[in-house]
C-alpha cells in the first residue's frame, strides 16, 4: 500500500492514562518481587513446605538468621540437612570456623551437613553472633525425626526461641 | 513515559498549524509507542504471577534448654496429643488411656480444655510425637492448637485478676518425645 490513509471517523482514544496507570501497577509489582536468594539459587531441590494459618503476620526475619533446611534432592532422593547463614560477614566467620575448611568453601551460600557438622556450625554461630535467630525449613514429607534432632541440637546449644518455615495456607 | 508521548503529540500540535482540526503536519518525529505498550503489559503479567507465589512465613516456637530435672505435672492440669507414626491423633487427659480424634476435633478438644473452670490458664499441653510421624501433620496440629490459642487467649482476656486487669494468657505446651510405654498403648488402638 502507497499511503496509509486513515481515515478518522471520530474515535479518538488517548491511551495515555491507560499507559500511567500500566506503569504504576508495574513498579509496584516489580518493589513487591520477591527474588531467589543466593542460597536458594545454588541449591538443586525444592522444599515443598507445610502450610500453617497466618495468625499474627509474621515473616522470615532477613538479616541475624540461620536456616536449617531439611530437603529431599531432586536427583537422587536423599534426605540433608543443609545449613545457612543470612548475614555475609556472619557467614564467612561461621565457614571458617569449620575443621574442614577450605578457601572454595567461602563462595558457598549454604553447605549440605550431617548431623554433627551441624552441630559445630550451630554452635560456631552462636558464638559468632549470639543473637541469631534460627529457623527450620523442612519438607512436608519428612519423617519428624530429622526435625526432632535438628530441634534437639538447637536445645544443646541453647537457641531456645526458634522459627518454622511454613508457606500461608489458603 | 507516557507523559512525554502526550507532550510530544502536543509539541506536534503546536508546530503544526494553529488550527482545532486534528490534522498533524508530521515533522519528523512519529514514535509509534506500540512495541513499549506490549512489553510493558507483558512485564506486568510477568510480575503479576511471579509475585504471587506464596511468600513463606514463619511459627514461632520456644523449646526448654535441656530438661535436667523432671517437672511434677498434676494429672488435672495436664493435656496430652499423641501423633501415631502413620499420622492418627489420639489425646489424653491426665493418666487416662489415649482416645483417638481427628485433626478437625483437635481445635474445639484445645478450647474445651483449656477453659474448663478448674485449670483454667493452667492446663499444660503436651505434643508427643512418634519419630515416623509425618512433618507436614506436626505443623497441622501445631497450627489448629495455634488458632485454639487465639479464642482461648480471648477468653481468659474476659476475665479480671486480683488488679483489676484483665488476666494475661500463660499458654503451657511442649513438645516430647514419645515414651515406651505411650508407643505401647498406641500400638494397640
Not at chain 2, 493418666?95 to 474445651?112: G, H, N, T, Y
Amino acid at each position: 500500500m502507497a499511503k496509509v490513509k486513515k481515515k478518522r471517523v471520530g474515535f479518538v482514544i488517548d491511551m495515555t492514562p491507560l499507559v500511567d496507570i500500566t506503569f504504576l501497577l508495574l513498579t509496584f509489582f516489580m518493589f513487591t518481587a520477591k527474588f531467589k536468594t543466593q542460597a536458594e539459587s545454588e541449591q538443586k531441590f525444592v522444599i515443598k513446605r507445610p502450610a500453617s494459618t497466618p495468625v499474627d503476620t509474621a515473616t522470615i526475619p532477613d538479616k541475624d538468621l540461620a536456616v536449617i533446611k531439611v530437603a529431599i534432592d531432586s536427583a537422587t532422593s536423599d534426605t540433608m540437612y543443609y545449613y545457612e547463614v543470612l548475614n555475609e560477614a556472619d557467614r564467612q566467620a561461621v565457614w571458617q570456623k569449620m575443621p574442614n575448611f577450605t578457601p572454595e568453601l567461602l563462595s558457598k551460600h549454604q553447605l549440605p551437613v550431617d548431623k554433627d557438622m551441624l552441630n559445630e556450625l550451630v554452635l560456631a554461630t552462636r558464638v559468632v553472633r549470639p543473637a541469631t535467630k534460627f529457623a527450620i525449613d523442612a519438607d512436608k514429607k519428612l519423617r519428624f525425626k530429622w526435625i526432632a534432632d535438628a530441634m534437639d541440637i538447637l536445645r544443646r546449644n541453647r537457641a531456645t526461641m526458634f522459627n518454622y518455615v511454613t508457606d500461608k495456607k489458603q | 513515559m507516557a507523559g512525554g508521548g502526550g507532550q510530544l503529540k502536543a509539541e506536534r500540535a503546536k508546530r503544526g498549524k494553529a488550527s482545532k482540526r486534528k490534522k498533524m503536519k508530521r515533522v519528523g518525529f512519529h514514535i509509534d509507542m506500540t512495541p513499549l505498550v506490549d512489553i510493558t503489559f507483558l512485564l506486568l503479567t510477568f510480575f503479576m504471577f511471579a509475585t504471587t507465589l506464596a511468600a513463606p512465613q514463619v511459627m514461632e516456637m520456644s523449646i526448654p534448654p535441656e530438661i535436667v530435672k523432671q517437672v511434677e505435672v498434676r494429672e488435672s492440669e495436664l493435656l496430652q496429643i499423641f501423633i501415631r507414626d502413620d499420622d492418627k491423633l489420639f489425646y489424653a487427659k491426665g493418666s487416662d488411656d489415649p482416645q483417638p480424634i481427628e485433626l478437625k476435633e483437635v481445635r474445639a478438644l484445645a478450647e474445651r480444655e483449656n477453659l474448663m473452670p478448674n485449670v483454667r490458664n493452667r492446663l499444660i499441653t503436651s505434643l508427643k510425637i512418634s519419630d515416623d510421624a509425618t512433618y507436614d501433620m506436626v505443623i497441622k496440629v501445631l497450627d489448629e492448637l495455634n488458632l485454639a490459642e487465639v479464642k482461648i487467649t480471648e477468653e481468659i482476656g474476659k476475665e479480671l485478676d486480683e488488679n483489676g486487669q484483665p488476666k494475661k494468657r500463660e499458654r503451657r505446651f511442649t513438645i516430647a518425645p514419645m515414651l515406651e510405654e505411650d508407643i505401647k498403648k498406641l500400638a494397640e488402638l
